[in-house]
C-alpha cells in the first residue's frame, strides 16, 4: 500500500496546493471567475483598468507607439499633400482650360476701334486742333464755336 | 485747353477754310461782335487776310469793327494787318470808296488816316 500511502500524500499534497493557490487567488487576483491555465490560476488582473495598463507600458513600448504615430502622423500628412496637390493640379488644369476658351473667343472675336474716337476721348484738346479743326465744315465749326458758349 | 485757346484755333481754321464766303459769314457773326477784345483782334486779323472785298469791307466800314473798333489795341492791330498786305490794292479801293461815300464822319475819317498809312508804307 505504498502506493496507496504516496497516492494519499500526493492528494493530499494537491489538496494543499490547491488551497493555497485558491488563496493567492483570491488574495492577489481580482478576476471573479478564477480562470485558471493548466491548473495555475492567472495572476494578471484582466479586468484592471486602462490606466493601469498604460502605466505599465514599458519605456520601449512607448517608444514603439511614439515611432508608430510619427510614421502614422507622415502617412497622413502625405495623404493630405497628395490631397492638396490634385486640388491645385486640377485647379490648374481648369484654369489653362478656361484661359484657352477665352483666347479661342478672342481668336474668334471681331474686334473693331473707332481710333479717332478713342484719340479725342483720350486727348480732348486734340479735337481744337487747328489741323482737326481744317477738316470739319463750316457748320459745324460754327456748332464747336457756340458750344464752347459764353464768349461767342 | 481754355476756352479762348479753342477759339482762336477755330478762328484760324476758318481763316484757312476752303469755303471762304461761310468762313467769312461766321467770322463775322461771331467774331467781329464777340466781347473778348482779344478774339475780336484775332477775327480782323483773320478777315484781312483773307484780303477778299467782303472780308475788308467788314473790317474798314463797319461802325465798331476792324479799324472802327472801340478797342484801340483791336484797331490799331487791323491796321498793322492791312499794312502787312502783299497786296493792298482791294483794300485802297474799298477805303477810297468809304472816305467818298459812307455816311458816317468817324468812319471817313478813319478811313481817311488808313488810307495814308498805307499810301506811305
Redesign the interface.
Known amino acids: 500500500m505504498q502506493l496507496g500511502r504516496i497516492s494519499l500524500h500526493t492528494t493530499k499534497a494537491l489538496q494543499a496546493n490547491t488551497q493555497q493557490n485558491t488563496a493567492n487567488t483570491n488574495k492577489l487576483s481580482t478576476n471573479p471567475f478564477g480562470v485558471s491555465f493548466k491548473g495555475n490560476v492567472i495572476q494578471a488582473d484582466v479586468f484592471q483598468s486602462a490606466k493601469k495598463a498604460a502605466e505599465k507600458v514599458s519605456v520601449m513600448q512607448r517608444g514603439k507607439l511614439f515611432a508608430s504615430a510619427v510614421v502614422g502622423g507622415i502617412n497622413s500628412f502625405n495623404e493630405a499633400f497628395k490631397t492638396r496637390m490634385n486640388n491645385i493640379v486640377s485647379f490648374g488644369k481648369k484654369f489653362t482650360a478656361d484661359v484657352i476658351e477665352k483666347l479661342d473667343r478672342i481668336g474668334s472675336t471681331e474686334i473693331s476701334f473707332d481710333m479717332s474716337g478713342i484719340a479725342n476721348r483720350l486727348f480732348p484738346d486734340r479735337q481744337y486742333s487747328v489741323k482737326n479743326l481744317s477738316t470739319k465744315s463750316v457748320d459745324e465749326l460754327k456748332a464747336m464755336w457756340q458750344g464752347i458758349g459764353q464768349l461767342a | 485747353?481754355e476756352?479762348?485757346?479753342?477759339?482762336k484755333?477755330?478762328i484760324?481754321?476758318?481763316g484757312?477754310?476752303k469755303?471762304s464766303d461761310?468762313?467769312i459769314?461766321?467770322l463775322t457773326e461771331?467774331g467781329t461782335n464777340?466781347?473778348?477784345d482779344e478774339?475780336r483782334e484775332l477775327t480782323a486779323q483773320a478777315l484781312i487776310r483773307k484780303n477778299t472785298h467782303e472780308s475788308l469791307r467788314v473790317v474798314l466800314i463797319h461802325q465798331g469793327k476792324g479799324i472802327n473798333d472801340l478797342s484801340a489795341r483791336v484797331a490799331m492791330t487791323a491796321i498793322n494787318e492791312l499794312l502787312s498786305l502783299k497786296d493792298k490794292g482791294e483794300a485802297i479801293k474799298i477805303l477810297d470808296d468809304t472816305i467818298k461815300l459812307h455816311s458816317e464822319e468817324d468812319v471817313k475819317n478813319t478811313a481817311r488816316s488808313v488810307r495814308a498809312l498805307m499810301t506811305f508804307s
Open positions: 485747353m476756352n479762348n485757346a479753342k477759339i484755333n477755330i484760324q481754321a476758318l484757312q477754310h469755303d461761310a468762313a459769314e461766321l461771331l464777340c466781347p473778348d478774339i
